[in-house]
């Protein structure tokens, strides 16, 4: 009987997927993370993806971050660096069709951005996964021409709502842009 209720009450809501509407689309992908969430220390991720003028998201991911991480820096390098074969994926299939497309990763940790463009720590005592992880995504945005990482505000980073409870109105903002349905002010 629950179901039918739940059926019932969100009947009006979709996600709306529109064309790509360009020749050389663009693939965002907006990465969050909140960390040390869980009891056990584990912090949480968040990806949504959005793909040229589509107005809703194409795919989204919300998970536990296997590792635990000692600082919200190495939480949002993480979710960034689960993200990374997502937008090859998305390319990979934007080329088969002869699209060009461009891949911007966005994270609202400046830290994190600052951590994986230059490569370099910012603090000891980090663990071997966050070094290796760190490595190989400056290594990555270093040799590509179509991929970049850039600095997204909280409030317009839409995997925000992937990763953490939040009030109903940045809730119900979030969900329309995701769905389709709201404004996406990062086009």
């Known amino acids: 009987m629950r179901v039918l209720d739940y059926i019932r009450s969100t009947r009006n809501q979709y996600v709306k997927i529109s064309s790509i509407g360009t020749d050389e689309p663009e693939i965002r992908i907006y990465t969050d993370a909140s960390h040390g969430t869980h009891r056990s220390g584990h912090s949480h991720s968040g990806r949504a993806v959005f793909v040229g003028l589509c107005a809703g998201v194409v795919s989204y991911a919300s998970s536990k971050q296997?590792?635990?991480?000692?600082?919200?820096?190495?939480?949002?390098?993480?979710?960034?660096?689960?993200?990374?074969?997502?937008?090859?994926?998305?390319?990979?299939?934007?080329?088969?069709?002869?699209?060009?497309?461009?891949?911007?990763?966005?994270?609202?940790?400046?830290?994190?951005?600052?951590?994986?463009?230059?490569?370099?720590l910012c603090s000891k005592g980090r663990r071997r996964h966050v070094i290796i992880r760190t490595n190989a995504l400056a290594e990555m945005f270093r040799n590509s021409n179509d991929m970049s990482l850039e600095y997204v505000p909280t409030e317009a980073n839409w995997s925000d709502v992937l990763t953490k409870p939040l009030p109903k109105d940045t809730f119900e903002t979030m969900k329309a842009v995701l769905c389709g349905h709201g404004t996406n002010h990062s086009l």
């Open 66 to 120: 296997p590792v635990v991480t000692l600082s919200s820096t190495d939480a949002e390098m993480y979710a960034v660096s689960e993200s990374d074969y997502v937008g090859e994926f998305y390319s990979s299939i934007l080329q088969v069709f002869g699209f060009k497309p461009r891949v911007k990763y966005l994270c609202d940790n400046q830290s994190t951005i600052q951590m994986i463009e230059s490569g370099v």
